[in-house]
């Protein structure tokens, strides 16, 4: 052969087709295409991760201090008209305000030491350029009959999100001004999302010191490699760097409540750690177990392991973007924080984790435990639990359900309202501000109502206030600064704000006071969200499961078994929030986690964790399905289907729960209440989800159901996309 010939039948060039690449004997699927463009572009897939994690990751260190706590109303109601309302006209005399209480244990505290202090405090908040009105102390108002309490009212001069940032600012600052028999703390809605961001952050770290060596010892037990253990945790720690810094900037568009980052942390690790954990187990699989080429293992990977991965993770950011229809600044930028979040450990995931597989190669055992057999896919043990439940579906069937149905059955009694006082530490400032305007004032002080009415109708409002039996005083009608024509009343309840008389109270006035006439304030605010909540969550549930179904019936082409996992999704969910009910509610077990029970659960569980349970369980079912699936198609075989999925998926499914256990669980163990009852309620659901629905239950419905469970009509296959799981 000359020579020119010989150039003519040489190896094509790097730049070849992906069809006559040498290490492929047959064409990858779109994602086996994906990852094996990775492998020949690795500077390039490299260069824009590190561009991207270094570029967005300047900006994460300002994430907490940037993002804020507030955003928790019901966009259009009638309570933020009347905050908005008292921002414009009535110098800031709104729900946002910050009040400062000032008291003295020796004396009346405007004498002497206090009154020097009260001059301090109003001087303090007069300089801030973000207070309106400061209103001083009035006798029969704001001053304590015995003359020991006072309480200073720093008017809201910018919006929610900008006075928890005032108040981050001044707290300190008042505070100091304590001593000498005189205390200061300030208080109000504002203070109270400051002190709870202030608390929360400091559990979340607490709870990320624990969670990480938790996770990687689970993590190194479960591949056998430090060094395969530790790429899950990289790969979703450069997720959220990237999607911490994206939501700094996203807050300079749009407010994003602090919530967001709390969640998208917690979720993001746990969920990450999944799609890393099912990605290295099928390419170890197939490099070292089937003794692939480096490039037909990733192709094979990706084909099957990234497919599921892929349909994983547009399931949970569908579930979550059900979230959304809560016409709710801090519901939607809650979900949309963890959604960007998940989005970007996924890219990781299907895109950086291919690179570093193929880079590193049989170094990803490096430091392995001696026992582990570094390509052993099918795991005997849970092939052998897969045989046990073929031969006895009924007696395992039953016996995880009458588990999960006496869990939860506690769910019916469930009470919900929006989070109390107690959310925050006994000793936080706006916590003991609050405790002294009762002591002061009364039950209801301090949750006072601010009713704006026309001038007209000011007397007719007043009136009606006073004979209201839910009402303990009102105070004369304010004309509006901006001559609007309109009044400011506030009203004083007999009740503590979190009292559940409160509600018939607002409900009440909202129906006798005159037409022109709103009732808002802080605790109205909560009520008026609670609503929203209890009349969205019904939607946003029947969306996510319908969503869910569809999601599952594109994936596996199979109406019977997407159906039945589906319902099998909603078990799981409402046991958790059984156990939830139990935990918060009844408060059982309320001392050895460290909580004060409020004798409901908060009104934003059920929407919001529904989402997220739903997400993490259709995770789960992907998984186990998605491999079913593959080994029907291959065999044709329903035993093998079955059994072959729990053989190849179970381990899996098993290491993955135990590592979102271990991190909800942490997150559980410190800090204040709400991320409490997501540590549980999560935990809780992965526990029961990954271990009893789908290592028990969804395997027990492929038993029974046979070739059923695969069956699909010929219309629908006509309009369908065709997806297969095995690969070649």
Same mark, same amino acid.
């Given at each position: 052969?000359?020579?020119?010939?010989?150039?003519?039948?040489?190896?094509?060039?790097?730049?070849?087709?992906?069809?006559?690449?040498?290490?492929?004997?047959?064409?990858?699927?779109?994602?086996?295409?994906?990852?094996?463009?990775?492998?020949?572009?690795?500077?390039?897939?490299?260069?824009?991760?590190?561009?991207?994690?270094?570029?967005?990751?300047?900006?994460?260190?300002?994430?907490?201090?940037?993002?804020?706590?507030?955003?928790?109303?019901?966009?259009?109601?009638?309570?933020?008209?009347?905050?908005?309302?008292?921002?414009?006209?009535?110098?800031?005399?709104?729900?946002?305000?910050?009040?400062?209480?000032?008291?003295?244990?020796?004396?009346?505290?405007?004498?002497?030491? /206090?009154?020097?202090?009260? %001059?301090?405090?109003?001087?303090?908040?007069?300089?801030?350029?973000?207070?309106?009105?400061? @209103?001083?102390?009035?006798?029969?108002?704001?001053?304590?009959?015995?003359?020991?309490?006072?309480?200073?009212?720093?008017?809201?001069?910018?919006? =929610? +999100?900008?006075?928890?940032?005032?108040?981050?600012?001044?707290?300190?600052?008042?505070?100091?001004?304590?001593?000498?028999?005189?205390?200061?703390?300030?208080?109000?809605?504002?203070?109270?999302?400051?002190?709870?961001?202030?608390? +929360?952050?400091?559990?979340?770290?607490?709870? *990320?010191?624990?969670?990480?060596?938790?996770?990687?010892?689970?993590?190194?037990? !479960?591949?056998?490699?430090?060094?395969?253990?530790g790429l899950p945790l990289i790969l979703t720690l450069a997720g959220l760097?990237?999607?911490?810094?994206?939501?700094?900037?996203?807050?300079?568009?749009?407010?994003?409540?602090?919530?967001?980052?709390? $969640?998208?942390?917690?979720?993001?690790?746990?969920?990450?750690?999944?799609?890393?954990?099912?990605?290295?187990?099928?390419?170890?699989?197939?490099?070292?177990?089937?003794?692939?080429?480096?490039?037909?293992?990733?192709? *094979?990977? &990706?084909?099957?392991?990234?497919?599921?991965?892929?349909?994983?993770? @547009?399931?949970v950011l569908v579930s979550l973007s059900a979230v959304m229809l809560v016409?709710? =600044?801090?519901?939607?930028? &809650?979900?949309?924080?963890?959604?960007?979040?998940?989005?970007?450990?996924?890219?990781?995931?299907?895109?950086?984790?291919?690179?570093?597989? $193929?880079?590193?190669?049989?170094?990803?055992?490096?430091?392995?435990?001696?026992?582990?057999?570094?390509?052993?896919?099918?795991?005997?043990?849970?092939?052998?639990? /897969?045989?046990?439940?073929?031969?006895?579906?009924?007696? $395992?069937?039953?016996?995880?359900?009458?588990?999960?149905?006496?869990?939860?059955?506690?769910?019916?009694?469930?009470?919900?309202?929006?989070?109390?006082?107690?959310?925050?530490?006994?000793?936080?400032?706006?916590?003991?501000?609050?405790?002294?305007?009762? *002591?002061?004032?009364?039950?209801?002080?301090? /949750?006072?109502?601010?009713?704006?009415?026309?001038?007209? %109708?000011?007397?007719?409002?007043?009136?009606?206030?006073?004979?209201?039996?839910?009402?303990?005083?009102?105070? =004369?009608?304010?004309?509006?600064?901006?001559?609007?024509?309109?009044?400011?009343?506030?009203?004083?309840?007999?009740?503590?704000?979190?009292?559940?008389?409160?509600?018939?109270?607002?409900?009440?006035?909202?129906?006798?006071?005159?037409?022109?006439?709103?009732?808002?304030?802080?605790?109205?605010? +909560?009520?008026?969200?609670?609503?929203?909540?209890? *009349?969205?969550?019904?939607?946003?549930?029947?969306?996510?499961?319908?969503?869910?179904?569809?999601?599952?019936?594109?994936?596996?082409?199979?109406?019977?078994?997407?159906?039945?996992?589906?319902?099998?999704?909603?078990?799981?969910?409402?046991?958790? $929030?059984?156990?939830?009910?139990?935990?918060?509610?009844?408060?059982?077990?309320?001392?050895?986690?460290?909580?004060?029970?409020?004798?409901?659960? %908060?009104?934003?569980?059920?929407?919001?964790?529904?989402? &997220?349970?739903?997400?993490?369980?259709?995770?789960?079912?992907?998984?186990?399905?998605?491999?079913?699936?593959?080994?029907?198609?291959?065999?044709?075989?329903?035993?093998?289907?079955?059994?072959?999925?729990?053989?190849?998926?179970?381990?899996?499914?098993?290491?993955?729960?135990?590592?979102?256990?271990?991190?909800?669980?942490?997150?559980?163990?410190?800090?204040?209440?709400?991320?409490?009852? &997501?540590?549980?309620?999560?935990?809780?659901?992965?526990?029961?989800?990954?271990?009893?629905?789908?290592?028990?239950?969804? =395997?027990?419905?492929?038993?029974?159901?046979?070739?059923? !469970?695969?069956?699909?009509?010929?219309?629908?296959?006509?309009?369908?996309?065709?997806?297969?799981?095995?690969?070649?």
């Open positions: 052969m000359t020579s020119t010939a010989a150039r003519r039948h040489a190896a094509p060039s790097p730049r070849r087709s992906l069809r006559h690449d040498s290490d492929l004997d047959h064409r990858p699927g779109p994602l086996g295409r994906l990852g094996v463009w990775v492998t020949h572009h690795r500077r390039l897939t490299a260069g824009v991760w590190v561009l991207l994690v270094i570029g967005l990751g300047v900006f994460a260190p300002k994430v907490e201090a940037n993002l804020s706590g507030a955003g928790w109303q019901a966009d259009g109601s009638e309570s933020v008209a009347v905050r908005e309302m008292a921002t414009e006209s009535f110098g800031g005399n709104a729900s946002s305000a910050i009040q400062v209480v000032v008291h003295s244990t020796d004396g009346p505290v405007t004498e002497g030491r /206090g009154g020097d202090v009260l %001059d301090e405090v109003t001087s303090a908040l007069e300089a801030e350029p973000r207070i309106a009105d400061v @209103i001083v102390p009035q006798p029969g108002a704001t001053l304590s009959q015995d003359g020991s309490t006072a309480v200073v009212l720093a008017g809201a001069g910018a919006d =929610p +999100n900008e006075m928890v940032r005032v108040a981050d600012d001044l707290k300190g600052e008042l505070e100091a001004l304590s001593g000498d028999g005189i205390e200061v703390n300030p208080t109000g809605a504002s203070l109270l999302w400051s002190d709870f961001n202030e608390a +929360n952050l400091e559990a979340m770290l607490k709870s *990320e010191m624990l969670s990480w060596p938790v996770t990687l010892a689970i993590l190194v037990l !479960a591949f056998g490699a430090l060094v395969a253990a760097v990237a999607s911490a810094g994206s939501l700094v900037l996203i807050n300079e568009l749009v407010p994003v409540s602090i919530w967001a980052m709390n $969640f998208a942390m917690m979720f993001a690790l746990a969920l990450g750690i999944d799609y890393a954990l099912f990605l290295v187990v099928r390419f170890r699989a197939a490099r070292m177990g089937h003794h692939e080429t480096p490039r037909r293992a990733i192709a *094979e990977t &990706m084909d099957t392991a990234g497919k599921a991965v892929l349909l994983s993770g @547009i399931t016409p709710s =600044p801090s519901f939607r930028s &809650m979900a949309g924080g963890i959604m960007l979040a998940v989005t970007f450990v996924l890219a990781a995931t299907l895109t950086l984790l291919p690179l570093v597989l $193929f880079s590193l190669d049989h170094r990803i055992n490096k430091l392995a435990l001696k026992w582990v057999h570094t390509g052993e896919h099918r795991s005997p043990r849970f092939a052998a639990w /897969g045989e046990r439940l073929w031969k006895r579906p009924v007696a $395992f069937g039953l016996a995880s359900l009458v588990v999960l149905l006496a869990l939860a059955a506690p769910v019916l009694g469930l009470r919900t309202a929006m989070p109390s006082i107690q959310v925050l530490p006994e000793e936080a400032s706006a916590r003991v501000g609050y405790d002294r305007v009762q *002591e002061a004032f009364g039950d209801g002080a301090p /949750g006072t109502l601010q009713v704006v009415a026309d001038e007209a %109708d000011a007397e007719a409002t007043y009136d009606a206030l006073v004979a209201d039996r839910g009402i303990a005083g009102a105070m =004369p009608a304010v004309p509006a600064a901006d001559d609007s024509g309109t009044v400011l009343i506030s009203a004083v309840p007999t009740v503590d704000p979190s009292d559940p008389a409160l509600g018939p109270t607002v409900d009440r006035l909202r129906a006798d006071l005159p037409a022109s006439a709103l009732v808002g304030g802080a605790a109205v605010e +909560n009520l008026d969200l609670k609503a929203q909540l209890d *009349e969205s969550t019904p939607l946003v549930i029947g969306v996510v499961l319908g969503l869910g179904f569809l999601l599952l019936l594109v994936a596996l082409q199979a109406p019977l078994i997407s159906l039945l996992g589906t319902l099998a999704s909603l078990l799981s969910t409402a046991a958790a $929030f059984g156990v939830a009910r139990l935990v918060f509610q009844d408060g059982i077990g309320a001392d050895l986690l460290g909580f004060e029970p409020q004798g409901f659960l %908060d009104a934003w569980a059920p929407v919001f964790f529904f989402a &997220m349970i739903f997400a993490i369980a259709m995770d789960y079912t992907v998984f186990l399905l998605a491999s079913a699936k593959e080994h029907y198609e291959r065999s044709g075989d329903p035993h093998e289907a079955m059994v072959g999925s729990l053989a190849h998926s179970g381990r899996v499914i098993f290491a993955a729960g135990a590592v979102m256990v271990a991190v909800f669980l942490t997150f559980a163990l410190s800090g204040p209440l709400p991320p409490k009852e &997501m540590g549980i309620v999560l935990g809780v659901a992965v526990l029961l989800d990954a271990f009893l629905v789908r290592l028990v239950l969804l =395997p027990v419905t492929l038993r029974l159901t046979g070739r059923a !469970a695969w069956w699909t009509p010929r219309w629908l296959t006509r309009v369908l996309p065709t997806i297969t799981f095995s690969h070649g």
